[in-house]
Nanobody, 122 residues
Framework: QLRLRESGGGSVQSGESLRLSCKVL????????VAWFRQAPGKGREGLAA??????APTYRRTLEGRFTISEDKGTVYFQMTNLKPEDTAIYCC?????????????????WGQGTQGNVSS
């Protein structure tokens, strides 16, 4: 059974970077997409970026400012976040196996991890 394990969260200052990791425990090729979502305090869950595992092609939410990069290496999907702002404070979670519909639609993935906390202070 496919499982996901996130790591890499932490506390940083505004303007610094974090790189999150999502280890796919199982065959990553058995997924179709792996995506990163986040949930900020008091807000709903939102999808940020997704990676097509067949060819590594990334897709980003249109409203992102270009500060985030998704990539994959040897079964781990990374999420590089730069120039972080306090509003990026959230629990970040990776999800896999999109069941159809929008890549950034909540509830469209079959497998998800526990999440990792990212805190950005001003």
């Amino acid at each position: 059974q496919l499982r996901l394990r996130e790591s890499g969260g932490g506390s940083v200052q505004s303007g610094e970077s974090l790189r999150l990791s999502c280890k796919v425990l199982g065959d990553i090729k058995s997924t179709n997409w792996v995506a990163w979502f986040r949930q900020a305090p008091g807000k709903g869950r939102e999808g940020l970026a997704a990676l097509q595992t067949s060819d590594g092609a990334p897709t980003y939410r249109r409203t992102l400012e270009g500060r985030f990069t998704i990539s994959e290496d040897k079964g781990t999907v990374y999420f590089q976040m730069t120039n972080l702002k306090p509003e990026d404070t959230a629990i970040y979670c990776c999800e896999a196996k999109c069941t159809g519909g929008g890549l950034f639609t909540v509830g469209n993935y079959d497998v998800w991890g526990q999440g990792t906390q990212g805190n950005v202070s001003s």
